[in-house]
């Protein structure tokens, strides 16, 4: 088979940046926005390597695809200045409070509108680990999926995919075109070019709603939901250790551990340094959390 | 949202409190025939409107051998209940739930009150009541368990959410726990298996009273801190086989007991949060929620506590006493507003201690809710012109009050900055937290709409400039002089000048103190701690008499004579001679009537107390509409009288 017809789809998807702590919102079952810094999720990002990859080699059209609002559209970018050829993003409000089953429905819808030869995306979310939302998909529309992927070889009809398989064994498998492939590992995702960030500044992003997909809206979101959230718990905090008083002490110098020892709520940590240290310093922290290189 | 922790919901039990915040059960001296009153009903309400999502009622006597304050209430007799549900529903109408506390205080009491026996496990006096008690036969346990049962009934049908039993630092059960007070040696006593015994017979009753159905906690005394006493690390064991048991459903905690009540309720002196590390260390072993309670007065620190996971609830006390509506400002991120508690201890602690009604130095609504509480305060019918001298206090709650009311209110000080005595008092040693007073209340006045004019000196002409309606002189007052001999002369100064640093010191000095409080202890400790030798003569039985009541006796005196100052009772100073470098005190015993010197000194200080400073009153009087005079300008007083009057004025003109 010649590969000129080649076309892949590579879902993007945003995760949470798992270094800064995250909050839970009061009411109901959620994570606060604020103070959340969303990245793309890694994994995504080496599938769309790996579709640039045969891009390069091969020549095949890249269609890059986020579901969400439009800050997503930095995500797009993001794929645009790495090479991608197409991008989608797919939101409406109706697809709120939707489980992975409502959320497969339009996934699959998409699939068959676009219907890739293949589709990438990465195996698992940096923050909340499994997403069963594209085997579902690629299942709904007699799609093979390999998962857990960490390299992929194209051959005449079809592709074999080596994967991860138990402790630490390795399996390839086979699977004919179309087919899905969520990929564990893989090519480094390249660093775009400044022309190619600035020319994907002006990249136009398709948008698409519900009504694109011809799906009911009561197919999507919460209506199309089996899940609802009952109740939510908070998760209980993990203490952090404070020395407590030691019970073999004598009770009159505990009082004193108690008395001179507590938490000293109102002062914060005071560091003298010289200017040139401060200044090392902040921009250490700065280039750590990514905001300067 | 500023305190995702704080407000954020908890189950406790079949219950899910709204927020983390429990108005703490305290005694209040409001019942009413030993029956729940009125005014309780109002003040605990008025926190549950304030934002609290919890609140614990007052400790409940389940038995009549436990008298120990006159104005308990008696949960064991059914007239209780249409009382409750009284105060149930109207706390249930702001989405607050509400607990109640039942116990026995053991023997923390004495009989005077029921003229029963005290009943204890083992016939050990407490330190406080000095009343031995009678040695509890094992059905006299019993009968306390059924009495437990019958008061928790009594609770349920008075709408309450739950129930929390004592077993903290004030209890029959803590006593049986304890090695301290439990010498027995039949089944309830000796081994932990066996001290445990009776206590838990007090929650198996409870629970099977009430049914799976209902909440049940107990507040258990996380350390007792005396030598023989529980540790944080038997607690720990017991708290987990209370838990093993499966009747509780939370763990709140208190600390200490009456051989150290300064560290039930510490006061200003003792660090903020000083029992999180108690809490912390309960928490780490079990898994029910767990509550911390002890000098945690604002939302900030409460946050850090739960995000910590040092706790699960955090107990207010004073710090909604103070201001029953942080909650509800911390919520608006409105912290500007909130009225932060400084653990003062006279208005609260120091009444309840006395048998008076629960009050509080900064906020004189408590216990008067119904009158006074959030939503009576009317606008003016008429509209005046207000004048208020002095910026103390008294004079900031007095332009704070007819402002709101919509008067047109100017405050005046001669100072440069509001304050009054505040400004003065602060600067005893550990008394920084008293500046928070200032602190509270002057944002206030402007955001009440008053016109504040400092560093001008009000005279009875530049009133009669003013014309004004109202005349409000809030002048304070100032130390006097001590009435004998050479009390003017060299070398001899006040506690102000001496704070102030108006005046230099020698380094050997001796401070006659007439005033008995922190007003002469905080001066002494603030000599001292700049390395001065410092002696001090009363008349009073002891340095620091009425320290007392606050909590404030035993650490002040213990940080004192670990500085090195020196103490002399009992004597009546008659005179004072000498040059500077070379005083010396005459005086005599006020029993046996000697006399004897005492010296040489480089420099003496006098605390005798205040005068007023009513001049300006009394060029005014006859001469305006409308003339009133507040706090210390009228009778030299404390800050709560001043705070009081100033609100009363502020109300009524």
């Given at each position: 088979?010649?590969?000129?017809?080649?076309?892949?789809?590579?879902?993007?998807?945003?995760?949470?940046?798992?270094r800064?702590?995250?909050?839970?919102?009061?009411?109901?079952?959620?994570?606060?926005?604020?103070?959340?810094?969303?990245?793309?999720?890694?994994?995504?990002?080496?599938?769309?390597?790996?579709?640039?990859?045969?891009?390069?080699?091969?020549?095949?059209?890249?269609?890059v695809?986020?579901?969400?609002?439009?800050?997503?559209?930095?995500?797009?970018?993001l794929?645009?200045s790495?090479?991608?050829?197409?991008?989608?993003r797919?939101?409406?409000?109706?697809?709120?409070?939707?489980?992975?089953?409502?959320?497969t429905?339009?996934l699959?819808?998409?699939?068959?509108?676009?219907?890739?030869?293949?589709?990438?995306?990465g195996?698992?979310?940096?923050?909340?680990?499994?997403?069963?939302?594209?085997?579902?998909?690629?299942?709904?529309?007699?799609?093979?999926?390999?998962g857990?992927?960490i390299?992929?070889?194209?051959n005449?009809?079809?592709?074999?995919?080596?994967?991860k398989?138990?402790?630490?064994?390795?399996?390839?498998?086979?699977?004919?075109?179309?087919?899905?492939?969520?990929?564990?590992e893989?090519?480094?995702?390249?660093?775009?070019?400044?022309?190619?960030v600035?020319?994907?500044?002006?990249?136009s992003?398709?948008?698409?709603?519900?009504?694109?997909?011809?799906?009911?809206?009561?197919e999507?979101?919460?209506t199309?939901?089996?899940?609802?959230?009952?109740?939510?718990?908070a998760?209980?905090?993990?203490p952090?250790?404070?020395?407590?008083p030691?019970?073999?002490?004598?009770?009159?110098?505990?009082i004193?551990?108690?008395?001179?020892g507590g938490i000293?709520?109102?002062?914060?940590?005071t560091?003298?340094?010289?200017?040139?240290?401060?200044v090392?310093?902040?921009?250490?922290?700065?280039?750590?959390?990514?905001?300067?290189? | 949202m500023?305190?995702?922790?704080?407000?954020?919901?908890?189950?406790?039990?079949?219950v899910?409190?709204?927020?983390?915040?429990?108005?703490?059960p305290?005694?209040?001296?409001?019942?009413?025939?030993n029956l729940?009153?009125?005014?309780?009903?109002?003040?605990?309400?008025?926190?549950?409107?304030?934002?609290?999502?919890?609140?614990?009622?007052?400790?409940l006597?389940?038995?009549p051998?436990?008298?120990?304050?006159?104005?308990?209430?008696?949960v064991?007799?059914?007239?209780?209940?249409?009382?409750?549900?009284?105060?149930?529903?109207?706390?249930?109408?702001?989405?607050?739930?509400?607990?109640?506390?039942?116990?026995h205080?053991?023997?923390?009491?004495?009989?005077?009150?029921?003229?029963?026996?005290?009943?204890a496990p083992?016939?050990?006096?407490?330190?406080?009541?000095?009343?031995?008690?009678?040695?509890?036969?094992?059905?006299?346990?019993?009968?306390v368990?059924r009495?437990?049962?019958?008061?928790?009934?009594?609770?349920?049908?008075?709408?309450?959410?739950g129930?929390?039993?004592?077993?903290?630092?004030?209890?029959?059960?803590?006593?049986?726990?304890?090695?301290?007070?439990?010498?027995?040696?039949?089944?309830f006593?000796?081994?932990?298996e066996?001290?445990?015994?009776?206590?838990l017979?007090?929650?198996?009753?409870v629970?099977?009273?009430?049914?799976?159905?209902?909440?049940?906690?107990i507040?258990m005394?996380?350390?007792?801190?005396?030598?023989?006493?529980?540790?944080?690390?038997?607690?720990?064991?017991?708290?987990?086989r209370?838990?093993?048991?499966?009747?509780i459903?939370?763990?709140?905690?208190?600390?200490?007991?009456?051989?150290?009540?300064?560290?039930?309720?510490?006061?200003?002196?003792?660090?903020l949060?000083?029992?999180?590390?108690?809490?912390?260390?309960?928490?780490e072993?079990i898994?029910?929620?767990?509550?911390?309670?002890?000098?945690?007065?604002d939302?900030?620190?409460?946050?850090?506590?739960?995000?910590?996971?040092?706790?699960?609830m955090?107990?207010?006390?004073?710090?909604?006493?103070?201001?029953?509506?942080?909650?509800?400002?911390?919520?608006?991120?409105?912290?500007?507003?909130?009225?932060?508690?400084?653990?003062?201890?006279q208005?609260?602690?120091?009444?309840?201690?006395?048998?008076?009604?629960?009050g509080?130095?900064?906020?004189?609504?408590?216990?008067?809710?119904?009158?006074?509480?959030?939503?009576?305060?009317?606008?003016?019918?008429?509209?005046k012109?207000?004048?208020?001298?002095g910026?103390?206090?008294?004079?900031m709650?007095a332009?704070?009050?007819?402002?709101?009311?919509?008067?047109?209110?100017?405050?005046?000080?001669?100072n440069?900055?509001l304050?009054?005595?505040?400004?003065?008092?602060?600067?005893?040693?550990?008394?920084?937290?008293f500046?928070?007073?200032?602190?509270?209340?002057?944002?206030?006045?402007?955001?009440?709409?008053?016109?504040?004019?400092?560093?001008?000196?009000?005279?009875?002409?530049?009133?009669?400039?003013?014309?004004?309606?109202?005349v409000?002189v809030?002048?304070?007052?100032?130390?006097?002089?001590?009435?004998?001999?050479?009390?003017?002369?060299?070398?001899v100064?006040?506690?102000?000048?001496v704070?102030n640093?108006?005046?230099?010191l020698?380094?050997?000095?001796?401070?006659?103190?007439?005033?008995?409080?922190?007003?002469?202890?905080?001066?002494?400790?603030?000599?001292?701690?700049?390395?001065?030798?410092?002696?001090?003569?009363?008349?009073?039985?002891?340095?620091?008499?009425e320290?007392?009541?606050?909590?404030?006796?035993?650490?002040?005196?213990?940080?004192?004579?670990?500085?090195?100052?020196?103490f002399?009772?009992?004597?009546?100073?008659m005179?004072?001679?000498?040059e500077?470098?070379?005083?010396?005190?005459?005086?005599?015993?006020?029993?046996?009537?000697?006399?004897?010197?005492?010296g040489?000194?480089?420099?003496?200080?006098?605390?005798?107390?205040?005068?007023?400073?009513?001049?300006?009153y009394?060029?005014?009087?006859?001469?305006?509409p409308?003339?009133?005079?507040?706090?210390?300008?009228?009778?030299?007083?404390k800050?709560?009288?001043?705070?009081?009057?100033?609100h009363?004025?502020?109300?009524?003109?």
């Amino acid at each position: 088979m010649s590969y000129k017809d080649l076309h892949i789809l590579v879902l993007l998807r945003e995760v949470s940046d798992p270094r800064p702590p995250a909050r839970v919102i009061t009411r109901g079952a959620g994570i606060s926005d604020r103070g959340l810094r969303r990245v793309p999720n890694p994994a995504d990002l080496v599938a769309l390597e790996e579709a640039l990859v045969l891009k390069d080699r091969l020549g095949a059209r890249v269609t890059v695809l986020a579901v969400g609002p439009a800050r997503l559209d930095d995500t797009l970018r993001l794929a645009f200045s790495m090479g991608a050829d197409r991008g989608i993003r797919f939101w409406d409000h109706g697809l709120e409070g939707g489980d992975a089953v409502a959320d497969t429905r339009s996934l699959a819808r998409i699939l068959t509108i676009l219907s890739p030869t293949l589709v990438f995306t990465g195996n698992r979310l940096a923050d909340r680990g499994d997403d069963p939302v594209p085997a579902l998909a690629a299942a709904a529309v007699d799609m093979p999926c390999i998962g857990a992927a960490i390299s992929l070889t194209l051959n005449k009809n079809g592709v074999e995919g080596l994967r991860k398989g138990d402790r630490g064994s390795r399996q390839v498998v086979a699977a004919p075109f179309p087919c899905a492939v969520l990929f564990d590992e893989g090519a480094t995702p390249r660093y775009p070019s400044v022309e190619a960030v600035t020319a994907s500044l002006i990249a136009s992003i398709e948008e698409w709603e519900l009504a694109d997909l011809g799906l009911p809206f009561w197919e999507a979101g919460a209506t199309g939901a089996y899940l609802a959230t009952a109740e939510y718990g908070a998760p209980r905090p993990d203490p952090v250790r404070v020395v407590t008083p030691d019970p073999q002490l004598p009770a009159f110098e505990r009082i004193i551990s108690l008395l001179s020892g507590g938490i000293k709520a109102r002062e914060g940590r005071t560091l003298s340094v010289s200017a040139e240290d401060t200044v090392e310093g902040l921009w250490r922290i700065l280039s750590e959390e990514g905001l300067v290189t | 949202m500023m305190f995702p922790y704080l407000f954020s919901p908890v189950k406790l039990g079949t219950v899910e409190v709204k927020n983390r915040i429990s108005f703490q059960p305290h005694l209040t001296n409001l019942a009413v025939d030993n029956l729940p009153s009125e005014r309780q009903m109002y003040y605990w309400g008025e926190r549950a409107k304030g934002g609290a999502g919890l609140i614990i009622t007052e400790e409940l006597t389940v038995h009549p051998t436990d008298m120990a304050y006159e104005k308990l209430i008696d949960v064991y007799h059914k007239e209780v209940i249409p009382g409750f549900k009284k105060i149930t529903d109207y706390v249930h109408q702001f989405d607050a739930h509400i607990f109640a506390q039942l116990n026995h205080n053991g023997q923390q009491g004495d009989g005077s009150n029921s003229r029963l026996p005290v009943w204890a496990p083992s016939p050990i006096p407490d330190v406080l009541f000095r009343e031995t008690p009678k040695e509890m036969e094992p059905e006299d346990i019993e009968e306390v368990a059924r009495y437990f049962a019958k008061s928790a009934i009594h609770v349920r049908e008075g709408g309450f959410d739950g129930v929390e039993i004592q077993f903290g630092h004030s209890s029959l059960a803590r006593q049986f726990l304890s090695p301290l007070t439990n010498f027995r040696s039949d089944e309830f006593g000796g081994s932990l298996e066996n001290r445990m015994r009776a206590p838990l017979k007090f929650i198996a009753a409870v629970r099977k009273a009430v049914g799976n159905d209902f909440t049940l906690g107990i507040r258990m005394c996380a350390d007792e801190m005396i030598p023989g006493g529980l540790d944080l690390g038997q607690v720990q064991e017991i708290c987990a086989r209370f838990e093993a048991s499966g009747l509780i459903d939370f763990m709140d905690l208190s600390i200490a007991t009456f051989y150290n009540l300064y560290l039930v309720e510490g006061s200003m002196h003792t660090p903020l949060g000083y029992t999180i590390p108690l809490a912390a260390g309960v928490r780490e072993k079990i898994k029910l929620p767990v509550f911390c309670t002890g000098r945690i007065n604002d939302p900030v620190m409460a946050e850090k506590v739960l995000a910590a996971g040092q706790a699960d609830m955090i107990g207010m006390c004073r710090a909604l006493i103070c201001d029953p509506f942080m909650p509800k400002k911390a919520l608006e991120g409105r912290l500007d507003d909130i009225r932060y508690c400084v653990a003062d201890n006279q208005g609260c602690i120091g009444r309840i201690g006395l048998n008076k009604s629960i009050g509080c130095i900064q906020n004189p609504a408590v216990g008067r809710e119904k009158e006074w509480g959030e939503g009576t305060l009317e606008k003016a019918a008429v509209k005046k012109k207000v004048m208020i001298v002095g910026g103390g206090p008294g004079g900031m709650w007095a332009a704070k009050m007819a402002g709101r009311r919509g008067h047109k209110v100017t405050l005046y000080d001669r100072n440069e900055t509001l304050g009054g005595q505040v400004l003065t008092a602060m600067k005893g040693a550990g008394r920084d937290e008293f500046g928070v007073i200032a602190r509270n209340e002057k944002e206030q006045v402007s955001k009440a709409g008053a016109q504040v004019k400092l560093g001008v000196e009000v005279t009875p002409e530049l009133v009669q400039t003013e014309k004004p309606d109202v005349v409000i002189v809030a002048t304070g007052s100032r130390p006097k002089e001590h009435p004998v001999g050479g009390a003017d002369g060299p070398a001899v100064c006040n506690v102000w000048q001496v704070l102030n640093g108006e005046v230099e010191l020698g380094a050997n000095v001796c401070l006659i103190d007439y005033d008995g409080h922190q007003r002469a202890t905080a001066t002494a400790e603030f000599l001292a701690n700049q390395g001065k030798t410092v002696h001090m003569i009363t008349s009073s039985l002891f340095i620091g008499a009425e320290l007392g009541p606050t909590q404030d006796l035993y650490l002040s005196r213990q940080r004192l004579l670990q500085k090195g100052v020196t103490f002399t009772p009992d004597i009546a100073v008659m005179e004072i001679a000498g040059e500077a470098g070379a005083k010396t005190i005459k005086g005599f015993n006020v029993y046996s009537n000697q006399w004897a010197e005492w010296g040489p000194y480089d420099t003496v200080v006098l605390a005798m107390g205040q005068k007023v400073n009513d001049d300006l009153y009394m060029s005014l009087k006859g001469k305006v509409p409308e003339l009133y005079r507040i706090g210390d300008s009228v009778a030299p007083r404390k800050v709560d009288m001043a705070i009081w009057e100033g609100h009363r004025v502020g109300r009524e003109i």
